[in-house]
């Protein structure tokens, strides 16, 4: 049964980075595409980004010059990284195998960004 | 402003057939499948049709998806109380190279 355990802090400061990382088990990080959605407080899903094992990657253009998506593989996790952040950065962060159809989710992770 | 558009809400009485719409564009559902969420209040969104008509394992079969051009539908049969929840459309978008979402659809049962 494959799972992700997704991990981080739930308040960055305006200007800083929002690092959150995604622990994969029952699975293998090379064995699929691993992509990050987002979700402000009352409003619809945003992609984020995704990694593909062989080091691809692809990002939504608009946030594509503050983000980074990467993989750790010796513990199996892929990590999102969005840098100088502001309140609008303030979401519900998933983390979710697949690149379209998202079959597996993580609990998210919601993130207030605030001094 | 979300990319695919759906109405924010729905409702329907237990029992009932209700049917949720997505509308896109010939960069997105006119040239993609189509893929639908279920959202419970916070939780994560689960996937409940891909491929525009198919069921993940465990997904009864009272849902089931259809697309024509560039619009799909979820429809819900034989509605339950426990099906009050958020629904998301979804599919590739060509132009971003990535997936778009619909706003959202609020179902409520009576």
């Known amino acids: 049964q494959v799972q992700l355990q997704q991990s981080g802090p739930g308040l960055v400061k305006p200007s800083e980075t929002l690092s959150l990382t995604c622990t994969i088990s029952g699975d293998s990080i090379s064995s699929s595409y691993w992509s990050w959605i987002r979700q402000p407080p009352g409003k619809g899903l945003e992609w984020i980004g995704y990694f593909y094992y062989s080091g691809r990657t692809s990002y939504n253009p608009s946030l594509k010059s503050r983000v980074t998506i990467s993989v750790e593989t010796s513990k199996n996790q892929v990590s999102l990284e969005l840098r100088s952040v502001t309140a609008a950065d303030t979401a519900m962060y998933f983390c979710a195998r697949g690149e379209n159809a998202f079959h597996i989710w993580g609990q998210g992770t919601k993130v207030t960004v605030s001094s | 402003q979300s990319v695919l558009t759906q109405p924010p809400s729905a409702s329907g009485t237990p029992g009932q057939r209700v049917t949720i719409s997505c509308s896109g564009s010939?960069?997105?559902?006119?040239?993609?499948?189509v893929n639908w969420y279920q959202q419970l209040p916070g939780t994560a969104p689960k996937l409940l049709i891909f491929s525009n008509t198919l069921r993940p394992s465990g997904v009864p079969d009272r849902f089931s998806g259809s697309k024509s051009a560039t619009s799909a539908s979820l429809a819900i049969n034989g509605l339950q109380s426990e099906d009050e929840s958020d629904y998301y459309c979804?599919?590739?978008?060509?132009?971003?190279?990535?997936?778009?979402f619909g706003g959202g659809t609020k179902l409520t049962v009576l």
């Open positions: 010939s960069s997105n559902i006119g040239s993609n499948t």
């Open positions: 979804a599919a590739w978008d060509d132009s971003l190279n990535g997936p778009v």
